[in-house]
C-alpha cells in the first residue's frame, strides 16, 4: 500500500540533528499537550497520534524548526521568510506507516493552534485562511494566507458538537446530470487527505444507482478495487460519463471534474469506476479527487469554504502578497496572547510533487477524525490532507 506515492521523487528523512534551525520543544511549552506528564519540564515534549486505520499510529517528540515560505505573487519582487513551526519526529510507527503511507511525514492544516495556518496567523504572517488546488496531473499548490477571489462560491463550515474544530460543510442536495436526487443531502468533511470520496449509505446508494442507469457502458469486474460500480471502456482517453454537481445553501453549485477513476491497459482506457464508497454514520468525506480543478479556499477567520475553477499555476486574481504585514518582521511562535493577523497576505511554498492517484493509495486508511494533515515532503510540500481535529502533531519519521 501506498508504493505509487511520488516514485518520481527522492524522499529524505528529516533529521533534527542535520538541521541547523532544530530545537526539541520542552515539556513546559504552552503547546505541549502531554507536558503534565513529563517529568522535568526541561524534558523534550513526547507525542502520540492514534489514526482511524486499525493499529496505525505514530509517537516521537515534538521539535521547533523552520518553514521556508516564498511570495505568492506572479510578478513581484521574489521576497520569502523563514517561519518558526512545530513538527512532530515520529520515533515509532506502526500500522500504515509499515506499509509505506505518508513516507515523507505530515504536517498539520487544521483548526487548532499546533496546526501551521494557525502558527502562521497568529504569528501575523498571514491571514487566517488557506488555499489549496490539484490539477488533473495530480500536481498541486498550497497558498497560506490566501482568501480566494471576490467571484468564487462558498459555503459556510459547521459546527461538529457545537465547536468548529473540523472543515464540515452541509450538502443540500446532489444531482447527476439534470436530475437532483431526492433525500440525497448530508454534511460531509471536506478532506484532501482522502484521495478519494465517501458518502452516507444512504446517498451514495442513490447517486450510484442514477450513474448506473445513465451511463452509456457495461458493468465491469471491480475484483482488486474498492468500487462497486466499475465499467468497461475501450477508448484511448477518457470516456464520457454522467456529470456529478453537489448544491450547497442559496444554490451553490460545486461540478465534480473528476468523479471516475480511470484504468489502463496496453491500447488506453480499459476500464474506469465511479471513484465514490459508502460510509458509516451521517458524516461523508469530501476527497482529493472530487477537487479536482478547484481553488479550494479553507477561510477559517470567515468560517467558510470557499471554491474557483484553478489550474494551479497560480493566484488567479494576481495580487502582490508581501510576506509580513508592512514590512515588519515575522513574530516568534504564538505565546498565550493572541497576536493580530488582519493585516496578512499569501505565502507559498514550494509547488506541489505528485499526489497518489493508485486505488492502493489507501484512501480512508490513513484517515483519523477530525484530523488535519498535509504531506511535507521535504523541501517539496505534497497536497494530501487526511480530516480535521483540534489537536494537531506534524509527524515526520526520523
Given at each position: ?58 509517537s516521537g517528540l515534538l521539535v521547533q524548526d523552520v ?332
Open positions: 500500500m501506498g508504493q505509487s506515492i511520488v516514485q518520481d521523487r527522492d524522499l529524505n528523512e528529516y533529521s533534527p540533528s542535520s538541521s541547523s534551525t532544530s530545537e526539541h520543544l520542552p515539556c513546559s511549552h504552552q503547546l505541549c499537550e502531554l507536558g503534565p506528564n513529563c517529568k522535568s519540564p526541561k524534558e523534550s515534549c513526547p507525542y502520540t497520534v492514534n489514526y482511524y486505520s486499525e493499529n496505525t499510529s505514530t518553514l521556508h515560505l516564498s511570495s505568492g505573487s506572479n510578478g513581484g519582487s521574489n521576497h520569502s521568510v523563514k517561519a518558526p513551526i512545530i513538527l512532530g519526529c515520529g520515533m515509532k510507527q506502526s500500522g500504515g506507516y509499515l506499509d509505506g503511507v505518508a513516507p515523507d511525514g505530515l504536517i498539520g492544516l487544521g483548526i487548532g493552534e499546533i496546526s501551521v495556518p494557525s502558527i502562521l496567523a497568529k504569528a501575523g504572517l498571514v491571514r487566517n485562511s488557506f488555499s489549496m488546488c490539484f490539477d488533473e496531473d495530480d500536481s498541486g499548490r498550497i497558498f497560506f494566507g490566501d482568501q480566494g477571489p471576490v467571484s468564487q462560491k462558498n459555503t459556510p463550515f459547521l459546527p461538529l458538537n457545537g465547536k468548529y474544530e473540523t472543515y464540515i460543510v452541509g450538502v443540500e442536495a446532489c444531482c447527476i446530470g439534470n436530475s437532483c436526487l431526492k433525500q440525497s443531502d448530508f454534511n460531509a468533511l471536506v478532506d484532501s487527505g482522502a484521495s478519494f470520496t465517501f458518502l452516507p449509505n444512504a446517498v451514495y446508494e442513490r447517486i450510484a444507482d442514477e450513474f448506473d442507469r445513465r451511463v452509456n457502458a457495461t458493468r465491469a469486474s471491480s475484483e482488486g478495487y474498492p468500487w462497486k460500480y466499475c465499467y468497461k471502456s475501450s477508448m484511448k482517453e477518457k470516456p464520457k460519463v454522467p456529470s456529478l454537481t453537489l448544491v450547497f445553501p442559496l444554490n451553490n453549485t460545486f461540478v465534480v471534474h473528476d468523479p471516475v477513476f480511470l484504468i489502463y491497459g496496453m491500447e488506453g482506457v480499459a476500464a474506469f469506476c465511479l471513484a465514490i464508497q459508502p460510509a458509516d454514520g451521517d458524516i461523508g468525506t469530501i476527497g482529493h479527487n472530487f477537487m479536482t480543478g478547484y481553488r479550494m479556499v479553507f477561510d477559517r477567520e470567515n468560517l467558510k469554504l470557499g471554491w474557483s475553477h484553478s489550474n494551479c499555476q497560480g493566484l488567479e486574481d494576481g495580487q502582490s502578497m508581501p510576506l509580513s504585514p508592512n514590512g515588519r518582521p515575522p513574530n516568534p511562535l504564538p505565546t498565550n496572547e493572541q497576536q493580530s493577523s488582519s493585516q496578512g497576505h499569501a505565502v507559498a511554498p514550494a509547488v506541489a510533487g505528485r499526489a497518489p492517484t493508485s486505488a492502493s493509495a489507501a484512501p480512508r486508511e490513513v484517515m483519523t477524525p477530525y484530523f488535519g494533515l498535509l504531506r511535507l515532503l521535504l523541501p517539496l510540500l505534497l497536497l494530501h490532507l487526511p480530516a480535521h481535529h483540534h489537536h494537531i502533531v506534524d509527524s515526520l519519521t526520523c
